[in-house]
C-alpha cells in the first residue's frame, strides 16, 4: 500500500473460463494493499463487461484491447500502476514488454513467455524499465516451503545429496481438448504454450520448487519428454534427472496423464545428515526425517517457524491456509516491494527465475527429442 492508498492493478485475460484469473484478483486483492481498478478480461465484449462487473470494475475501464487500455491507464492521475498478466503463454512477452515500457509493474502468472529468446528479451526489458517484474510461481509462497528454504539455506541438513520434485496430475488422461475444454485446448496447442505442454505447465513448478528450496542450481539435465495421448500435439508426460552445482543429483517428475491423481505436487530434500518432505495435498505440515534422531513433524502458524515461514502465515496453528493465500503471499510482497521503493522483490520469484524455468524446458525438450542423454543448461542466460 502507498502513501494514497492500494496499489491500483489492472489485469490482461482472466475472464469468464479462467481458471487462473479469478486467483489473480482474489490473491492480489485479500491483504488490502492492491485493487483491481482495470482490464482488458476478455477479446469477446460480453465476456470483458461480465467479467468487470463481477469484479467492481467500471465499465469504462474495461477495455477491449490491452495495448488500449495500457495506453490510457499509463497517463490517469488515477490510472494502474502494475498489470497482471493472466493470459495463455504466447501472449505473456508483448503484455509484459508492453507495459513495462509505458513505466508499469508486473506480475506475470508462468512461464514468463512463450520460449527462451522471448525470456532472455523480457530480461532486458525489465532491466531498462526501472520497474519491478514478478512471476508467480505460487508455491514458494507456502509457509512450510517457506521454512523448508530456510533449514536448507542453515545448513541444518547439511550439505544437499539429492532433491527430487514430482508433480502428478490426470486431468488430461483422456483428449479432452478435442472435446472443446478451453483450458485443455490452449495447454495443448503450441501455437499459444510453446513447445512444451505438462513440462511447461507443471514441470517447470517443479524445476522452481527444486531450485527454491535446495539453493542450488541445475548445471545439467537428461531429459524423457513424451507425449502419452495418442494425437496430441505437446507432451504429457516428463521425467528429467538432474546434476545440480556442488554435485547434488535430482529427479523431476511431472505429468498430466497419471489417471486418478489431482495436483500431487511434492518435494524431497536430503542432505548428510537428514531429509525433509513437503507436499501440497498436506501444505501445513513440513516433515524433517534425521539420520540420527526422531522424524520431526513441523506445523505452519507455529511460534518455532522462521521469521520468513511466520510472515507467510496469516493464521494461528491448526487453521489451514491454502493455495489463494499463497498466492497472496506473492502479491502482498510485491506490494510491499513496490510500496517501499525497493529494486527487488525479496522472495518474489523474478524475470530471472523465468529465464531458468524457459531455459528449462527448451533444453530438457530439445534433449528428448534428440535422444541426447546428458546436456547442459546453457551457461549465459542473459
Request: glycine share 14%; net charge negative.
Amino acid at each position: 500500500m502507498t502513501s494514497r492508498g492500494p496499489i491500483r492493478l489492472a489485469m490482461v485475460g482472466g475472464g469468464p473460463g479462467s481458471f487462473i484469473g479469478p486467483v489473480h484478483r482474489m490473491a492480489a486483492e485479500l491483504d488490502g494493499r492492491i485493487r483491481l481498478v482495470a482490464g482488458a478480461f476478455s477479446r469477446d465484449a460480453t465476456k470483458n463487461a461480465e467479467a468487470a462487473g463481477a469484479w467492481g470494475v467500471a465499465a469504462d475501464r474495461a477495455y477491449g484491447d490491452y495495448r488500449a487500455m495500457i495506453a490510457a491507464e499509463a497517463v490517469r492521475d488515477d490510472g494502474a500502476e502494475m498489470v497482471a498478466v493472466v493470459t495463455p503463454n504466447h501472449l505473456h512477452f508483448d503484455v509484459s514488454a508492453t507495459a513495462l515500457k509505458a513505466g508499469l509493474h508486473v506480475m506475470s502468472d508462468k512461464p514468463a513467455t512463450l520460449d527462451l529468446a522471448e525470456a532472455k528479451a523480457l530480461a532486458g526489458v525489465v532491466a531498462g524499465s526501472g520497474r519491478l517484474y514478478g512471476l508467480t510461481h505460487v508455491y514458494t509462497g507456502y509457509p512450510m516451503v517457506r521454512e523448508a528454504r530456510e533449514i536448507v539455506r542453515r545448513g541444518d541438513l547439511g550439505a544437499v545429496r539429492k532433491i527430487v520434485a514430482e508433480y502428478p496430475q490426470g486431468w488430461l488422461s483422456r483428449p479432452i481438448e478435442r472435446d472443446g475444454d478451453k483450458q485443455a485446448g490452449w495447454r495443448s496447442d503450441p501455437a499459444q504454450s510453446g513447445v512444451g505442454g505438462c513440462i511447461g505447465d507443471i514441470g517447470v513448478h517443479a524445476f522452481n520448487l527444486a531450485e527454491f528450496v535446495g539453493g542450488v542450481r541445475v548445471e545439467r539435465l537428461c531429459g524423457d519428454v513424451s507425449t502419452v495421448v495418442p494425437g496430441r500435439a505437446l507432451d504429457d508426460d516428463c521425467n528429467v534427472l538432474l546434476r545440480f552445482a556442488g554435485g547434488a543429483r535430482g529427479v523431476i517428475i511431472a505429468s498430466q496423464i497419471s489417471a486418478g491423481a489431482r495436483n500431487g505436487l511434492k518435494i524431497q530434500v536430503y542432505g548428510e545428515k537428514g531429509g525433509l518432505t513437503w507436499s501440497h495435498e498436506r501444505h501445513t505440515e513440513l516433515t524433517i526425517d534425521w539420520l540420527d534422531a526422531p522424524s520431526q513433524v513441523l506445523h505452519a502458524g507455529a511460534a518455532y517457524l522462521s521469521a520468513p515461514a511466520q510472515a507467510a502465515s496469516r493464521l494461528p496453528t491448526g487453521h489451514p491456509e491454502g493455495f489463494v493465500e499463497a498466492f497472496a503471499n506473492i502479491y502482498r510482497d510485491f506490494a510491499d516491494a513496490i510500496g517501499e521503493g525497493r529494486a527487488d522483490a525479496g522472495l518474489v520469484p523474478d524475470i530471472a527465475e523465468g529465464v531458468r524455468g524457459m531455459a528449462f524446458v527448451e533444453t530438457a525438450v530439445a534433449a528428448s527429442r534428440a535422444g541426447d542423454g546428458w546436456v547442459a543448461m546453457p551457461r549465459s542466460l542473459t
